[in-house]
């Protein structure tokens, strides 16, 4: 027989009496430390228990928060043992224990399909051409696994995801990260107007004394595309499935904040995609020209503010100084060496390419300009970095990948459905990151691999 003790005759007053002086001794106890010790290590501290709050939160919506969140702050870094360690390297760490638990005990397998397959032959082929194109493979190595990791954001998704409403969820996590990310750049750049302040800004890569801002990713170009594409997918949802406030205000709030960005790649990709959907829509909904006209009059009115302002002004000279100085136009005139000197790295290594990251291991600035000596750099085109480091071998494979997802997404539209209209607005954010990566590289970053880890659970899940 069991029995329960009654704990209601205990004097009350005694209880809020022995907190009370815990408590004192507590605060002493932490002012002492925190005058006389180094209490670094706390912050640490504090964000592993977060850490690993989220990933036993809901599962796996919390995985896929922390997943979604760390890929997009590649700013932060920290020295590792001599690794540049990222908060996307420290969150697939945990993500791997928890994934790989949550295997064991389930008893859970990744079916691969054909898209699967092609970011497996690209991650082989960064460590074929690490291994045996690279002038100094140790290094090489090290930089291709540091990609593999960023590689690994596109298979923890795969994994997760496992069924279209799932999808849905993971999709709006990663859309309310791109709001947030977006209010957090705006915020700094009205700060750095304002007060001065430098967070989440960078001043001079544009017009010599313009401040651009990259929220907390690496830079104001990464910034631009990575809103730009969260505003289409916002764009698209509105568009074709429902029209609800909501998506607009996420559309207007992440567009600002790619205009902000003062990216050129970036603000003619969106314009480009956000025309495409537009004409996509008008001609499967010839009907509703009251809603069509009105949406229109709103995106006409928000572009014609930005525009007409101050920050227009900006923007026009971006674009007007491209066509008057042409190649010669300080940021393009860099990009254009650096292009020509990967591409004349090319012969003799065209199969494998010379490894990952490897165009720092001959490229110096100092042949052109003698105070940027020792500095690194990257070549800020996808198609031909990936070129470089991996040859045909590794272009191929994400070739392959991007005529499987086209094809797969065209055979979905045939049949009209909010499935279908989600594979649209993924991949019309990944044909975001297409355009723009023309002049940058995000394809060594996790943020892009969850897009894509998206893009590829859509398409499977898509009736065809």
């Given at each position: 027989?069991?029995?329960?003790?009654?704990?209601?005759?205990?004097?009350?007053?005694?209880?809020?009496?022995?907190?009370?002086?815990?408590?004192?001794?507590?605060?002493?106890?932490?002012?002492?430390?925190?005058?006389?010790?180094?209490?670094?290590?706390?912050?640490?501290?504090?964000?592993?228990?977060?850490?690993?709050?989220?990933?036993?939160?809901?599962?796996?919506?919390?995985?896929?928060?922390?997943?979604?969140?760390?890929?997009?702050?590649?700013?932060?870094?920290?020295?590792?043992?001599?690794?540049?360690?990222?908060?996307?390297?420290?969150?697939?760490?945990?993500?791997?224990?928890?994934?790989?638990?949550?295997?064991?005990?389930?008893?859970?397998?990744?079916?691969?399909?054909?898209?699967?397959?092609?970011?497996?032959w690209?991650?082989?082929?960064?460590?074929?051409?690490?291994?045996?194109?690279?002038?100094?493979?140790a290094?090489?190595?090290?930089?291709?696994?540091?990609?593999c990791?960023?590689?690994?954001?596109?298979?923890?998704?795969?994994?997760?995801?496992?069924?279209?409403?799932?999808?849905?969820?993971?999709?709006?996590?990663f859309?309310?990260?791109?709001?947030?990310?977006?209010?957090?750049?705006?915020?700094?750049?009205?700060?750095?107007?304002?007060?001065?302040?430098?967070f989440?800004?960078?001043?001079?890569?544009?017009?010599?004394?313009?401040?651009?801002?990259?929220?907390?990713?690496?830079?104001?170009?990464?910034?631009g595309?990575?809103?730009?594409?969260?505003?289409?997918?916002?764009?698209?949802?509105?568009?074709?499935?429902?029209?609800?406030?909501r998506?607009?205000?996420?559309?207007?709030?992440?567009?600002?904040?790619s205009f902000?960005?003062?990216?050129?790649a970036?603000?003619?990709?969106?314009?480009?995609?956000?025309?495409?959907?537009?004409?996509?829509?008008?001609?499967?909904?010839?009907?509703?020209?009251?809603?069509?006209?009105?949406?229109?009059?709103?995106?006409?009115?928000?572009?014609?503010?930005?525009?007409?302002?101050?920050?227009?002004?900006?923007?026009?000279?971006?674009?007007?100084?491209?066509?008057?100085?042409?190649?010669?136009?300080?940021?393009?005139?860099?990009?254009?060496?650096?292009?020509?000197?990967?591409?004349?790295?090319?012969p003799?290594?065209?199969?494998?390419?010379?490894?990952?990251?490897?165009?720092?291991?001959?490229?110096?600035?100092?042949?052109?300009?003698?105070?940027?000596?020792?500095?690194?750099?990257?070549?800020?085109?996808?198609?031909?970095?990936?070129?470089?480091?991996?040859?045909?071998?590794?272009?191929?494979?994400?070739?392959?990948?991007?005529?499987?997802?086209?094809?797969?997404?065209?055979?979905?539209?045939?049949?009209?459905?909010?499935?279908?209209?989600?594979?649209?607005?993924?991949?019309?954010?990944?044909?975001?990151?297409?355009?723009?990566?023309?002049?940058?590289?995000?394809t060594?970053?996790?943020?892009?691999?969850?897009?894509?880890?998206?893009?590829?659970s859509?398409?499977?899940?898509?009736?065809?």
């Amino acid at each position: 027989m069991s029995h329960t003790i009654s704990l209601g005759g205990f004097n009350s007053r005694i209880v809020r009496y022995v907190d009370f002086i815990a408590a004192i001794v507590a605060v002493c106890v932490v002012g002492r430390l925190a005058w006389q010790e180094d209490l670094d290590w706390t912050a640490a501290v504090v964000v592993c228990v977060l850490v690993v709050f989220l990933t036993t939160l809901r599962w796996p919506y919390g995985i896929l928060t922390l997943l979604i969140g760390a890929s997009a702050m590649p700013v932060f870094s920290l020295n590792v043992f001599g690794w540049n360690a990222r908060p996307e390297h420290f969150a697939v760490f945990f993500a791997i224990i928890a994934v790989g638990t949550w295997i064991v005990v389930g008893k859970r397998q990744l079916k691969l399909n054909r898209l699967d397959y092609c970011i497996v032959w690209f991650v082989g082929a960064n460590f074929v051409g690490s291994s045996f194109g690279s002038s100094a493979p140790a290094m090489t190595l090290r930089w291709a696994l540091q990609n593999c990791l960023a590689v690994l954001f596109y298979f923890l998704v795969r994994l997760l995801v496992e069924d279209f409403t799932m999808l849905q969820r993971a999709v709006r996590i990663f859309l309310t990260i791109a709001v947030v990310e977006s209010l957090y750049g705006m915020f700094s750049y009205l700060s750095h107007q304002i007060f001065e302040t430098s967070f989440g800004v960078q001043v001079g890569q544009y017009l010599g004394d313009v401040a651009a801002p990259f929220g907390t990713m690496y830079e104001p170009n990464l910034f631009g595309a990575y809103t730009a594409s969260a505003a289409v997918i916002f764009f698209s949802i509105y568009l074709f499935a429902g029209h609800h406030v909501r998506d607009l205000v996420g559309f207007l709030i992440t567009a600002i904040a790619s205009f902000l960005s003062f990216s050129r790649a970036a603000l003619i990709a969106l314009l480009v995609v956000g025309a495409y959907l537009f004409w996509k829509n008008h001609r499967q909904t010839r009907g509703k020209a009251l809603r069509k006209l009105l949406t229109v009059a709103l995106i006409a009115a928000l572009l014609l503010v930005l525009f007409s302002g101050p920050l227009g002004r900006i923007v026009r000279e971006r674009f007007t100084s491209l066509l008057n100085e042409g190649l010669t136009e300080e940021t393009t005139i860099t990009r254009v060496i650096v292009m020509q000197e990967a591409l004349q790295d090319l012969p003799g290594h065209l199969l494998i390419g010379q490894g990952t990251a490897s165009f720092n291991l001959t490229f110096d600035w100092s042949r052109y300009v003698s105070y940027w000596a020792g500095e690194k750099t990257w070549i800020g085109n996808a198609p031909l970095r990936i070129l470089h480091d991996t040859g045909l071998l590794g272009l191929s494979s994400i070739f392959a990948f991007f005529v499987f997802v086209w094809l797969q997404t065209r055979r979905a539209l045939k049949f009209p459905s909010q499935k279908n209209f989600l594979v649209l607005a993924l991949w019309a954010g990944a044909i975001i990151y297409a355009i723009s990566f023309q002049s940058t590289d995000g394809t060594i970053l996790a943020f892009t691999w969850v897009q894509l880890g998206f893009l590829a659970s859509a398409a499977n899940f898509s009736p065809s």
